[in-house]
Every structure is written in structure tokens, then in C-alpha cells.
């Protein structure tokens, strides 16, 4: 295996060393607000206000946020990697870019992307949106923070699920493994015979699944698996 297939999932474990806290960790967002309340369609329908305005708030955070050794060594694994490495992120922020990784599959959508809910036109977000701000394909007031809610479905999953079929590693960084159906790319990754790797502060909800498991903050676990990667 020279050139071995790579499929990463991060988290908000990853980001969580630049100061954006996660979802389920002791204090972490869900934890400061309802899930129904912010992160459903449901929930935007009855108080759009509220919606935007906490996605505003992680906007201008993840705005000042820089990234971090973790993003950094992910980045150098694709620059330096000679085989296919995609890169899948259940984040909304953009520090995997601001790192200078390439083509990153946002999977739960981002806090830079604005979406119409009428005629489905993305454009990038202000960094403070309105709310029932035009869009400007359909002029229709109609935006709302492209961001997959609980309920809708996850973008890019064609292109994931194609890529795990091929994968011979699969490594998950800084998730919990409590949202699916990111939790269960180990499984389909098991499937076709792939090296498993978690790389996370806890063990994750579905850590038996991996057979390596490198226990750690991303910044120091992220760039020494890249070095072992590159290495061979
Ligand atoms: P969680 O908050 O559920 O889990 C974060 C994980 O990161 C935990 O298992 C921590 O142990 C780990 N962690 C914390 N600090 C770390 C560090 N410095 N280095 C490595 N690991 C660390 O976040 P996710 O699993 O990303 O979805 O959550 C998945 C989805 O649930 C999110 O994308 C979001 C949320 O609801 C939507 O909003 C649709």
C-alpha cells in the first residue's frame, strides 16, 4: 500500500484548541442552548431571531479563530500526500481552509454560506446576517445560515460514501461519535477492510470500532499520525 486511500472526519474536538467550544463536551453549546430551539427548521419557523443571531455569534467567533497544529498537519497531509485524502468536516467553521487544506467536504454545512430556502441559491454570508434578508437570485426574503439543522439531510454524502468505498484509512479526529450518519462512516469504512484510527480527547461513543486509538488533544495526536502517515 504506497499510496494508500485516505478519508479523515473531524469535529469540533479539532477546533476546540482555537477557542470554538463544542457541542457536547462539559459547558459546550448544547449544554448553553436548546437543540430545538437553534439547530432545527423547526425551531428557525417559530424564532428566527434567535437562530440567527446565535449563528451570528459563532460566525464573528469563528471569524477571529485561527487554526491550530491539528488543522496545519491535516493541511501538510494533502499537500504532501500522493494519494487521495479527503478531507470531510462535520464543522461549520472555516479553519481547515484558513490552515490551507484543500477542497474540504463541509458536511454539516458553514457559517460562511448563506442558503435560500426558496429557490436553494448559496452565496456567501454577511457576517452579520438579518433575518429575512432577499436573496439575491429570487429576491424573495428568504435567507437563512446554510447550516445542516437536525432533520436535513447532510451535504456531499454521494461523494463521501464513494470515497469511504475505496478507503484504506480512516481516521476520525475530535468528534464524539453521537451525530449520524457521520458516526458511522467507521463502520463503512470497517467494511471494506479500511485502518481505522480515533484520534480524541475522550473515548468517542463508537471507539471500539477503531482498532487504533490515540487518546490526546488534536494538536499533539493530529501532527505526530500525519508524520507516521507520511512516513509510511
Ligand atoms: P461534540 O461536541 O459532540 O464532540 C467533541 C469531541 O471532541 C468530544 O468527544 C471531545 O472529547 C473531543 N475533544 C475536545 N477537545 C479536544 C481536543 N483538544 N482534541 C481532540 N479532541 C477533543 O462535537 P461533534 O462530534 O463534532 O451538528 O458533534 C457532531 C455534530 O453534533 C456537530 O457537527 C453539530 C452537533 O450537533 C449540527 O449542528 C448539525
Redesign the pocket.
Known amino acids: 500500500m504506497t499510496h494508500p486511500s485516505i478519508v479523515i472526519l473531524t ?4 477546533s ?2 482555537s477557542g470554538l467550544g ?4 462539559e459547558g ?1 453549546l ?1 449544554a448553553q442552548h436548546r ?1 430545538e430551539d437553534v ?1 432545527t427548521p423547526e425551531g428557525f419557523a417559530r424564532n428566527p431571531t434567535l437562530v440567527v443571531d446565535f449563528y451570528n455569534a459563532r460566525r464573528a467567533q469563528a471569524h477571529e479563530a485561527v487554526p491550530n497544529a ?1 488543522h496545519a498537519a491535516l493541511a501538510r497531509l494533502q499537500a504532501e500526500h500522493k494519494g487521495e485524502v479527503l478531507l470531510v468536516t ?3 467553521d472555516s479553519l481547515h481552509e484558513k490552515a490551507g487544506g484543500s477542497d474540504v467536504v463541509h458536511m ?1 454545512g458553514e457559517l460562511a454560506s448563506a442558503l435560500c430556502s426558496n429557490c436553494g441559491h448559496r452565496w456567501t454570508a454577511p457576517l452579520h446576517m438579518e433575518v429575512g434578508e432577499a436573496c439575491p437570485t429570487c429576491a424573495q426574503p428568504t435567507a437563512r445560515p446554510d ?4 432533520g436535513e439531510i447532510p451535504y456531499h454524502m454521494e461523494r463521501i460514501e464513494a470515497a469511504l468505498a475505496q478507503a484504506d484509512i480512516f481516521a476520525a ?7 449520524y450518519p ?1 458516526a458511522g462512516f467507521v463502520q463503512m469504512a470497517r467494511y471494506v477492510g479500511a485502518r481505522t484510527v480515533e ?4 473515548p ?1 461513543q463508537t471507539v471500539d470500532l477503531f482498532e487504533d486509538t490515540r487518546p ?4 499533539e ?1 493530529v501532527p505526530q499520525w500525519v508524520d507516521d502517515v507520511l512516513n509510511g
Open positions: 469535529g469540533a474536538g479539532i476546540a484548541e463544542t457541542f457536547r463536551d459546550g448544547w437543540i439547530a491539528g462535520q464543522n461549520v454539516h447550516i445542516v439543522w437536525f479526529i475530535g468528534t464524539s461519535g453521537n451525530v457521520a484520534m480524541n480527547l475522550d468517542s490526546g488533544k488534536a494538536s495526536t
